[in-house]
């Protein structure tokens, strides 16, 4: 009985072990979200960077002056883009990398290597782009909103806000837009939009969403490190960030997050890293010092961060 007993207790600690690993915060050997690597060449990256996506084996960053940056992990390489104008946002898709940027600047390129310029029919700065369901959806100042079924051809929609609009993703069946004053907006296809009540007016320079622990959940980042959660879109919940007690409004900015292999990561200046399991509770990280952190994706395994100052891009990744 006493050999039965101690094989008992050893299973529950076996099992409480293995809780922990999936809770906030809890034990985890892979170092994923938790360790970065500094990649800079500041040969390479002479312009700050603003995003970075994943697809078709292959990460690709974009930023000022046109910048294209394309690696399979670690190694990166410039690309030609045609363009001198500042790239802010890029995705993939369909098998087709879309990057859009200022002066409603639209790229496309079915590599990553050759790219090609389209028409947008605005002039107004996109800042961020995404796919789902069969539809590339782009947005950016003044409340713009394009969507295109190819990446070719875009249609301007109505969105009902003359807002900038910071950030885009797709998730759960719903497209969700955030951006100046703490707008939200959602849509079922892209082109009818409906605004959400939102609990903060702090700019949101950033949304995702992921599975998180126990439920699908969308992830809203912004100014003075405002985190908010919401597992339809449409009911908002504010959480306690690890940056909101910092004395300095710039460095309590958020700009991206992205969700990955179980985690929810988000960047910000001061090279700020932040990661969290479930969405609510959120660990800060201490990532080797790389300026302002803009944009954050997940692919191969790992993920990649993105950013800089003027003039020094920076590249991060974990493991």
Request: charged content about 10%; proline content about 4%.
């Amino acid at each position: 009985m006493k050999t039965l007993r101690l094989y008992g207790a050893g299973l529950l600690v076996a099992l409480l072990l293995t809780l922990a690993a999936c809770l906030p915060g809890g034990i985890s050997g892979s170092g994923l979200g938790e360790t970065w690597t500094q990649r800079t060449s500041t040969l390479l990256l002479r312009d700050n960077l603003a995003s970075v996506a994943y697809g078709k084996g292959l990460f690709v960053a974009v930023g000022e002056g046109g910048t294209i940056l394309t690696s399979p992990g670690y190694s990166w390489t410039r690309r030609t883009s045609g363009t001198s104008n500042a790239l802010y946002g890029v995705t993939y898709g369909k098998g087709l990398f879309v990057a859009v940027g200022d002066l409603g600047t639209i790229l496309t390129s079915p590599d990553g290597v050759s790219w090609t310029q389209r028409t947008s029919g605005t002039g107004n700065a996109l800042y961020g782009v995404t796919y789902g369901n069969g539809l590339f959806v782009a947005v950016g100042a003044k409340g713009t909103i394009l969507t295109s079924p190819d990446g070719v051809s875009w249609t301007r929609r109505t969105s009902g806000t003359g807002n900038g609009l910071r950030g885009v993703t797709y998730g759960n069946g719903l497209f969700m837009a955030v951006g100046a004053k703490g707008t939200i907006l959602t849509s079922p296809d892209g082109v009818t939009w409906t605004a959400q009540a939102s609990p903060t007016s702090n700019d949101l320079n950033g949304v995702a969403y992921g599975k998180g622990l126990f439920e699908g959940l969308f992830v809203a980042v912004g100014e003075d490190g405002t985190i908010l959660t919401s597992p339809d879109g449409v009911s908002w919940t504010q959480r306690t960030s690890p940056v909101s007690e910092r004395t300095s409004p710039v460095s309590k900015i958020l700009n991206g997050v992205t969700y990955g292999n179980g985690i929810f990561v988000a960047v910000g200046n001061l090279t700020t890293i932040l990661t969290s399991r479930d969405g609510k509770f959120w660990t800060l990280r201490a990532p080797p010092l790389g300026g302002h952190l803009l944009g954050v994706t997940y692919g191969d395994f790992k993920f990649v961060a993105v950013g800089g100052f003027p003039g020094i891009g920076t590249i991060l990744t974990s493991p």
